[in-house]
């Protein structure tokens, strides 16, 4: 059901590259958000948006930049990617105007920096 | 601080009912989720509440007590494909999601 695409679905680089993850969704919706999640521990919310020109930081926010140019669009970029970011990033989104508000998420970008 | 506390891991039998408890400490309360998550994949919606009570949905219910700061996720003739992580989520005061760690369901035979 849910159309929200993320791409790469994996990349290794190495240290101190820029890198940008791609996240796009069909559906219209308002909301978009940036997490990171490594194995069995809690998502943390890297940036969200809540529309077009619309970007806030979250807990993880301080090594990383987002732009929402675009409602379907919403890339997260990595200036200068370190061992430390090695991990699964989740984009998701959310329409406002629903009553649950629940999030579809994407099927991640799992990332290795060496 | 806010957290969300729910068991790192459980087995139950297929066949068999199963529930998965989750307490929460937040600043106000706009709402909890259930998502499930296969291994390697991503997080899916399972169930909304934010009044008490019992929701029920299918196979699956999940439960709320706001006073208590408490709701369990109730799977009943569990199937091999329930074997997941389940995650328990808050809505804050300020609309922001405070996530659980995730409860790990190993199914067996």
């Known amino acids: 059901e849910a159309d929200i695409y993320q791409t790469p679905r994996y990349l290794v680089i190495g240290t101190g590259k820029k890198i940008t993850l791609e996240c796009s969704q069909t559906?219209?919706?308002?909301?978009m958000y940036w997490y990171q999640q490594d194995p069995g521990m809690e998502l943390h919310l890297i940036h969200y948006s809540y529309g077009v020109n619309s970007t806030e930081k979250g807990d993880l926010s301080s090594e990383s930049t987002v732009s929402r140019i675009r409602t379907e669009h919403f890339p997260l970029t990595l200036e200068s990617a370190r061992p430390s970011h090695t991990s699964q990033y989740l984009c998701?989104?959310?329409?406002?105007?629903?009553?649950?508000?629940?999030?579809?998420f994407g099927e991640g970008s799992r990332l290795t920096v060496l | 601080g806010q957290n969300i506390d729910q068991p790192t891991e459980m087995t139950a039998t297929e066949g068999a009912i199963v529930q998965i408890n989750c307490t929460y400490q937040?600043?106000?309360?706009?709402?909890l989720f259930w998502y499930q998550q296969h291994a390697g994949e991503a997080p899916t919606f399972l169930s909304y509440n934010v009044l008490d009570g019992l929701e029920e949905k299918g196979r699956f219910s999940s439960f709320l007590s706001r006073s208590k700061g408490y709701s369990y996720l109730l799977l009943k003739e569990l199937q091999m494909k329930d074997s997941a992580s389940y995650l328990c989520?808050?809505?804050?005061?300020?609309?922001?999601?405070?996530w659980g760690a995730g409860t790990k369901l190993i199914i067996k035979p």
């Open positions: 998701a989104s959310s329409d406002s105007k629903r009553e649950t508000g629940e999030l579809f």
């Open positions: 937040t600043s106000g309360f706009n709402g």
């Open positions: 559906m219209g919706h308002d909301k």
């Open positions: 989520a808050v809505m804050d005061s300020n609309y922001q999601l405070i």
